[in-house]
């Protein structure tokens, strides 16, 4: 508004002043070098006015030509900074929907516009994950190390490669490197504690445990068991070290942290029996037969007494053992076992009775067969009991819950994929070609039908 009443007031003005000239006529008379220019006022001053209007044009453009070059290389920066987010956009779909070659395309197309920003980094080097091409990744995961704003990133990149290449021990460094730059992050702490307990190096996986477990990345239970399982292996390296006190104090540790881990208890109780009080021992293997009832924990508690006659056993397993879990199969195992072995026919056929139960497995069958040789002199009778036992459901084993492996004895890593912790005392599943399973699948088909 104001400018138009300003432009409004110089047209009046020069208008008033063409009339004013107009009406007081004058005469410019120039002489310069032997020239003579004559000419009237109006003339004069209009010129005066067209050469002011030119200056001005003229002003402008150079202005213009002075801010014109950034001007214009915004407008192409933003330009390929648009076509550089749109690869990586496109870039990341690719890699979501596992499309290498496109992945690959638009890394390079994110590359050409966007050089060296972190997001172009890492969709180069998923790119070169998803293609394979593992030495590329490397390359670009270490120039992300490089920048101070994708280090992080750069390193979880190396850990997991390493990792993938079976160098272990070049991804703890990485690791550790981590750890060093964000203290306390929950993936690095894990990736801390899987990588000792791959190593094998308990206190590590002591260490980064007791960090989880403050965080929110484990709890409860399974921490228990954890550590329980790492000071048992802490413990059975004092063994190996001659370390006696330190080994009977961590197995103790063991056993106290998950009383139902027979391993621990085994391993209490030989050492016990070793070091400790017959008092001590005497309160251990109950504690241990009411929690962890096992067939290597029987055989542990009755090798505590060396030279010790069938007989006696039975009497002691009958008498100090028993009693803390009377009704549990193990129990009944380990005194028919006794009995078996002090030629006390009986009670051995009571207890392999109620250890079978109604679906005897081919051990305890071959056992009653032993019994019926035995004791009987039974020759067709025992033939009889090993002929059901090759269909009898299998024995328990130690078996690995990660890939089914199966085992005699207990192991802190699967010895096939490596898992820790993985085994459980349990049957293998028969598949198919147990009746049970197959029943239970046709009520559950049955009730899902109606
Ligand atoms: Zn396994």
């Known amino acids: 508004m104001l400018r138009i009443i300003i432009v409004f007031a110089l047209i009046v003005a020069i208008a008033m002043a063409a009339v004013w000239l107009s009406e007081y006529p004058g005469d410019v008379r120039l002489n310069w070098g032997g020239y003579v220019v004559e000419t009237s006022i109006v003339v004069v001053g209009a010129m005066t006015l067209v050469f002011a209007v030119l200056v001005a044009l003229a002003y402008r453009f150079w202005i213009w030509l002075k801010h014109g070059p950034g001007r214009i290389g915004a407008i192409f920066s933003a330009r390929r900074r648009d076509k550089g987010l749109e690869a990586i956009s496109n870039g990341m779909v690719a890699i979501a929907a596992g499309d290498a070659d496109e992945a690959r395309r638009q890394a390079i197309a994110a590359e050409k516009h966007l050089s060296g920003e972190p997001m172009t980094l890492l969709l180069a080097a998923q790119a070169a994950e998803l293609n394979e091409d593992n030495r590329a990744a490397s390359i670009y995961y270490d120039r992300m190390m490089a920048r101070q704003d994708t280090e992080f990133l750069g390193l979880r990149g190396l850990i997991n490669r390493a990792i993938k290449e079976g160098d272990l021990e070049k991804a703890r460094d990485l690791a550790r490197r981590a750890d ?7 993936w690095v702490v894990k990736e801390l504690y899987e990588l000792a307990l791959k190593l094998r190096d308990w206190e590590a996986a002591e260490q980064a445990l007791t960090r989880m477990a403050r965080g929110k990345a484990a709890k409860g239970d399974a921490v228990r068991r954890a550590r329980a399982v790492i000071t048992y292996e802490q413990a059975l390296a004092a063994v190996r070290n001659q370390r006696d006190a330190d080994a009977l104090s961590l197995a103790e540790q063991a056993h106290d942290l998950d009383p139902t881990f027979v391993p ?19 309160k251990l ?11 290597d924990l029987a055989e542990a508690i009755r090798k505590t007494v060396s030279g010790e006659q069938p007989a006696d056993w039975l009497r002691r397993a009958k008498e100090t053992v028993a009693p803390h879990n009377p009704d549990h199969v ?3 195992l380990m005194l028919a076992k006794a009995a078996l072995a002090s030629r006390d026919w009986g009670p051995a056929r009571e207890h392999l009775m109620k250890a079978g139960g109604d679906h005897p497995s081919a051990s305890i069958l071959r056992m009653l067969a032993e019994l019926e040789e035995k004791a009987n002199a ?4 025992a033939r009889e009991w090993i002929v059901k036992s090759a269909v009898a459901p299998q024995d328990p084993l130690w078996i690995c819950n990660a890939c089914g492996r199966q085992e005699e004895n207990w192991h802190a890593h699967c010895p096939a994929c490596d898992s820790f912790d993985s085994f459980t005392w349990r049957t293998a599943d028969r598949g198919p070609h147990n009746p049970d399973l197959i029943e239970a699948e046709i009520v559950r088909e049955i009730s899902a039908g109606s």
């Open 330 to 332: 193990e129990t009944h």
């Open 378 to 381: 039974d020759a067709f009778a």
């Open 180 to 186: 060093e730059l964000r203290p306390g992050t929950s």
């Open 285 to 295: 293997i109950g504690e241990t037969w009411k929690h962890a009832p096992h067939r």
């Open 264 to 282: 621990a208890a085994v391993l209490a109780v030989k050492l016990t029996a070793d070091q400790g009080s017959s008092r001590k021992l005497h």
